[in-house]
C-alpha cells in the first residue's frame, strides 16, 4: 500500500537551515507530483510547495519563496524540502503528501504522518 | 491568490444529526474544490475531491457539492468518529489555498 514518511525535523535556532525528506513507497513515485503543506500550533492547513513529477517545475508560497528549495531523486523515491532562513513563523508540522497527477495543480491524495519543526533561540 | 471562506469556523452536534460546512472562494474555481478531514495527531485525510467525487474508502455519509465559487460539504448522520477539523482546499490556481477550517464537535 502507499507509505509516505517525512524525517528531519527537529529544534533549530533562527536564521539556520533544516533539511526535511519524505521517502514514498507503494507506487509509482515517478508518475506522481509531490507537495509540502504545513500546519503551525494552533493554525490551520498552509500549502507550502510542489514539485512536478519529474523535479523540472517547483511552485512556492509566497511566505517561503527564496528560502525553502524543494528537490527530488527519482531513482530514491525521495523528496526533500532544503529550509534556510528560519524564522519563528516556520514553526510548524510539516507533512509530505502525494499530488493525484504529474502536475502542480493537484489534490492530495496520500499523506504522511509529518515531522515538527521548531524555530526557537 | 485565491482566498477560500470557510464557514462555520466550529459547530456543535449531536450523534445523527446532519452537519453542513459551507466554502466560498474568492474567484471561480470550477469544480477544482477538495475536502479534508484533519484529527488530532493525525495525518489529514481527503474526503471528497472535485467538489463532490467521494474518494474511495470514505464512508457515503459524506458527500459534496457546488461549482464556481459557491462549495458545501456535508455530514448525513454525525457519528462519533467524526470529530475532527474539515477543511476546503482550492486547486484551480497556484498558490493551492485552504479554507480557515471548521472544527467539529460533538455535544
Known amino acids: 500500500q502507499v507509505q509516505v514518511v517525512e524525517s528531519g525535523g527537529g529544534v533549530v535556532q533562527p536564521g539556520r537551515s533544516l533539511r526535511l525528506s519524505c521517502v514514498a513507497s507503494?507506487?509509482?513515485?515517478?508518475?506522481?507530483?509531490v507537495h509540502w503543506v504545513r500546519q503551525a500550533p494552533g493554525k490551520g492547513l498552509e500549502w507550502v510547495a510542489v514539485?512536478?513529477?519529474?523535479?523540472?517545475?517547483?511552485y512556492y508560497a509566497d511566505s517561503v519563496k527564496g528560502r525553502f528549495t524543494f528537490s527530488r531523486d527519482n531513482s530514491k523515491n525521495t523528496v526533500y524540502l532544503q529550509m534556510n532562513s528560519l524564522r519563528a513563523e516556520d514553526t510548524a508540522f510539516y507533512y509530505c503528501?502525494?499530488?493525484?497527477?504529474?502536475?502542480?495543480?493537484?489534490?492530495?491524495?496520500?499523506w504522511g504522518q509529518g515531522t515538527l519543526v521548531t524555530v526557537s533561540s | 491568490d485565491i482566498h477560500m471562506t470557510q464557514s462555520p469556523s466550529s459547530l456543535s452536534a449531536s450523534v445523527g444529526d446532519r452537519v453542513t460546512i459551507t466554502c466560498q472562494a474568492s474567484?471561480?474555481?470550477?469544480?477544482?474544490l477538495n475536502w479534508y478531514q484533519h484529527k488530532p495527531g493525525k495525518a489529514p485525510k481527503l474526503l471528497i475531491y472535485?467538489?463532490?467525487n467521494l474518494e474511495k474508502g470514505v464512508p457515503s455519509r459524506f458527500s459534496g457539492s457546488g461549482s464556481g465559487t459557491d462549495f458545501t460539504f456535508n455530514i448525513s448522520s454525525l457519528e462519533p468518529e467524526d470529530l475532527a477539523t474539515y477543511y476546503c482546499?482550492?486547486?484551480?490556481?497556484?498558490?493551492?489555498?485552504f479554507g480557515g477550517g471548521t472544527k467539529v464537535e460533538i455535544k
Open positions: 503528501t502525494r499530488g493525484n497527477s504529474i502536475a502542480a495543480h493537484s489534490y492530495f491524495d496520500y
Open positions: 507503494g507506487f509509482t513515485f515517478s508518475s506522481y507530483a
Open positions: 514539485i512536478t513529477y519529474d523535479g523540472s517545475n517547483t
Open positions: 474567484q471561480a474555481i470550477s469544480k477544482y
Open positions: 472535485d467538489a463532490s
Open positions: 482546499q482550492q486547486y484551480d490556481n497556484l498558490p493551492l489555498t
